[in-house]
């Protein structure tokens, strides 16, 4: 045979191997490796030749888990199973990074994303050695694989709107990947906060906050629930920096006893969060309070409660003219879980005085900020980065 | 008598955008029944004229939508006029207002403001300029070149293709929400109108709206080529230079305050070329008269619709283009 | 008035062609026709005297008047030409077609005034498409279409028409319409007119004057009873040619 000839036959010879090994492993599924995510029914409720966890240095006491769930549901539906050991935190979902760290697992995380280094005002704040950890972009653009794989985390966490990346970065990773995002659920929130617990063995500690946090949230929504209906205020948010751009839902202002304007505009079945009004619109709804997302940084606000104040195509809104115009957090990557009780805390103060709480809300939120974070004064902390001093908070 | 027709039915066509703005003043999801409109007019001009309307009847009517209607008005002259010149200046029937670069050079100016400065500048004044800088980029690029109209065309489409990849450079640096910000800002809307925005636009806009249709018949001797042109008498170059030049001044004037709002420079022009033939006298008035009334009748319909708001470059490109493949199918031949 | 065109050292090339052409002097008043092989130049000479190409200063004179020192509006009511192809990129009606011929005579920012519009009917009356107003020129005829451009360097109102190869492509008998009008345009309106043709019988018989060009130079120039005959013919065409009078006409064998 000559030399071309015998190439060929190499080159033929050898893609018939590559194309065969890869079909085997696909027949196979390649259940043999750990960590693989579901849909394998071998790796179900507590079946498995996974062995059980190691307990981690310096810890709380390891609560029981031989009874407990090997896998989770994540907010896509998907089932996740647990790694046997939780020990590497990759978090690409802000959200879900701000659980991690009020969870007492920050010193796990082993890389975080951009938007959590770069635009959170709370995280240098409740947990400033994350400043030192390496950011990989989570947008399926520019997502580096090589990155994340260097990192080595047991465990990913990811934004579920990013339907793509999830799967593909299951399949490169062999490591668990869980998408989670409160989608403005306060319910969701709370679930959230017990399965990332769960996933990382921190199930005490979840516990005691989701019941914190309920008891909150349940004490506001008594004192609320005195008022008549039609003493609640009608509320339009304007987020995202522009003026009419407004959510469609915001459980926050909900269960402080305010009616959100922009309630209902889109059917619930899809799911969307923003939404865009037109100016007249806001007219004809005729907001009592009139509320400014005031988590841009002062210099950066395109919407500024001055401005508004002073807008005359608004001059016949109750709000204007009571002059009932305010900033408050808003939606930040989703949430933080300090943050947004504290928010609910100060709205309750806004449209419901009468019943609201008597208590400082700096103290309060400091209180919380505490019970979350351990540190003090965290919310007093935040309010002067964001200059608070503007809100009608105390 | 067919003169006489036509005369009428190019009076009404002219008075078209006009009444559509007073008609559109009433419509809207806020109910203003047409005696109480009459009445917030009378009453702004004399205050103690009758019984007073409500105050939110006036912010309404003069602060809310006014303002969107005038930018309606002039934005779709200035569109659709750009696009007629700048086809019949090219004389290609593909040829749109945005072809010099203007659409990403606005894009890219406002996406570098709202990243990088924030409320400290206004994104309309940095749309502007670069949408300047694009043209002006073009023109230069151009240059001296023997097939002038070609490689200028040519030009418009990389330095189009430049502004592009510098944008998305910026959105690749840019924070989840100045990207929000800028991906509305990129469909159009002309919701977040104020006085101020039009103070500076409008007249702008005005001044090229007038230049363009005051040229109307000089496009026709454009339209040759440029050994006939010559011939006539007729510095082609400097003349095709005013042309491009008024016409980037009202693109860019109208894509800086409005947003880029696209097909109406393509659709409208062919429409009117189809109705009354090539001949740029009739056409180039009518052309902005007819864009003025479209665009003022797309935002009625955002307005009116829902509650919650189309942008209006969605909506033009919704309704634009299964219109266009209808005028495509049915036009009589005008160009060649 | 009677306008004279001086030739002197006109020099103008590109890439594989040299024009060069030393003392030439044109009648006016008269139909002049140049002929030559292909690429003889004749073509650009007249794009020359148009001004489409540039020519360098001291070379072409009007009357006396350097033709590259005049403005471009100057010179086209001095000259007009029509090119030998057009490809119009938008369906105009023909009335809206010789109108642009006023080019020269409307600013930049106005539209055509009265006069206008009348000397562009006139120009249509005279070539003879009286009635042809309305019609797009797409639904022309070669013919029709040729006359309409004539009509348009007429409404230009120029001394000197510059026509190059009016009549090829035209069947016999709108040739000699062409033709024709040529005669009429220097006898009735005393108009100079400049034409390039192919056919050198036409030429011949309809001409005041020849000018003979081959490779970019003037070989001779005259009253085709003159300068014609065959030792010329060869020199011009490369080929022998035989020249028969015929019924006052002249008829040219290959």
Known sequence: MSLRKKARTVLILFSLILTSGSMLRVLTGGAARRGIQGGMPSWSEGVGPCPAREREAGSEANVGRGKASQQITDSLGRKVVLPDKAEKVLSLQPEITRIVVALGAGERLVGVDYFILKNDHLFPIVFPEGRKLPAVSNTPEDMNFEMVMKLDPDIVFISPTELQMVDSLQSKMRRPVAALASMGSFDKLLQEIKLVGHMLGREERASELVDDFLSRIEAVRKSVSSVSPGKRPRVYLSFWGSLTRTPVTYEPVDSAGGINCAMGILPAYLGTIATVVSLEQIVIWQPDIFLVQGSYPPRERQVTVEDILLDKRFSSLPAIKNKKVFYTFGYWYWWDPAEVLTETLYLTRLFHPEVASPRSLETEGNEIFKKYYGIEDGFSLLCRVLDCGQWDAE | ?336 | ?254
């Open chain 3, 1 to 254: 008035m009677a306008v004279s065109i001086d030739v002197r050292e006109l020099s103008f090339g590109y890439k594989d062609f040299r024009l060069s052409i030393d003392c030439l002097r044109l009648e006016t008043r008269k139909v002049t026709s140049i002929v030559g092989r292909n690429g003889a130049g004749k073509s650009t000479f007249l794009k020359c005297l148009a001004g489409v190409v540039p020519v360098s200063k001291q070379s072409l004179f009007l009357d006396g008047r350097d033709l590259a020192s005049l403005r471009m509006a100057e010179r086209a009511k001095l000259i007009s030409y029509v090119p030998q192809e057009i490809s119009l990129a938008l369906d105009y009606r023909v009335l809206d077609l010789v109108l642009m011929g006023r080019a020269a005579f409307i600013s930049p920012f106005s539209v055509p005034s009265w006069k206008d519009l009348r000397t562009a009917e006139e120009a249509l009356r005279f070539v003879g498409l009286e009635g042809f107003e309305t019609r797009n020129f797409s639904q022309l005829s070669s013919g029709e279409r040729r006359l309409v451009l004539i009509a348009r360097t007429l409404a230009q109102s120029a001394e000197i028409l510059l026509l190059d190869e009016p009549t090829t492509f035209l069947d016999p008998k709108h040739e000699i319409e062409v033709m024709n009008l040529c005669r009429k345009l220097a006898l009735d309106k005393g108009k100079t007119v400049i034409v390039t043709l192919h056919n050198l019988e036409t030429a011949v018989n309809y001409s005041d004057t020849m000018v003979f060009m081959k490779k970019g130079k003037v070989v001779a120039s005259g009253k085709p009873d003159e300068v014609l005959n065959s030792s010329l013919l060869e020199q011009v065409y490369d080929i022998r040619m035989t020249i028969v009078p015929h019924d006052g006409k002249k008829i040219i064998f290959r």
């Open chain 2, 1 to 336: 008598m067919q003169n006489k027709k036509a005369k009428i039915l190019t009076v009404l066509f002219f008075l078209l955008p006009f009444l559509l703005t007073l008609a559109s003043l009433s419509i809207g999801r806020f109910h203003v029944p047409p005696k109480d409109l009459a009445r917030t007019i009378i009453q702004t001009i004399s205050p103690s004229t009758g019984p007073r309307v409500p105050t939110a009847y006036q912010d309404i009517l003069f602060r809310i939508r006014l303002p969107r209607l005038l930018l309606a008005l002039m934005a779709g002259a200035a569109l659709s006029l750009s696009g007629a010149s700048l086809q019949a200046l090219f004389k290609n029937p593909l040829v749109n207002e945005f072809i010099l670069g203007i659409s990403f050079g606005a894009a890219f100016g406002a996406a570098l403001s709202l990243v990088f400065l924030g409320k400290n500048f206004p994104a309309q004044i940095a749309a502007f300029i670069f949408s300047l800088i694009a043209v002006l980029a073009v023109l230069l690029i151009s240059g001296r070149s023997e097939s002038h109209t070609i490689s200028i065309l040519l030009t418009g489409v990389i330095v189009s293709a430049f502004f592009q990849a510098l944008l998305s450079l910026v959105e690749f640096f840019a924070n989840p929400y100045a990207l929000q910000s800028l991906f509305f800002w990129l469909l159009g809307s002309l919701s977040l109108a104020t006085w101020k925005d039009l103070s500076i636009s409008l007249p702008i806009m005005a001044v090229g709206i007038v230049a363009l249709i005051m040229m109307r018949w000089r496009l026709n001797v454009l339209s040759l080529s440029d050994e006939e042109a010559k011939s006539m008498g007729v510095n082609v170059r400097r003349e095709r230079l005013l042309v491009i030049l008024f016409a980037s001044l009202i693109t860019a004037a109208a894509t800086a305050v409005a947003g880029v709002i696209g097909w109406i420079g393509l659709i409208i022009p062919h429409l009117v070329r189809m109705m009354v033939g090539a001949d740029n006298r009739k056409v180039i008035p009518l052309a902005a008269a007819l864009g003025a009334s479209a665009l003022i009748i797309a935002d009625d319909i955002t307005r009116v619709a829902a509650t919650f708001e189309i942008p209006i470059g969605i909506l033009t490109s919704i309704i634009g283009i299964p219109f266009f493949i209808i005028l495509l199918r049915r036009s009589r031949k005008v160009w060649l």
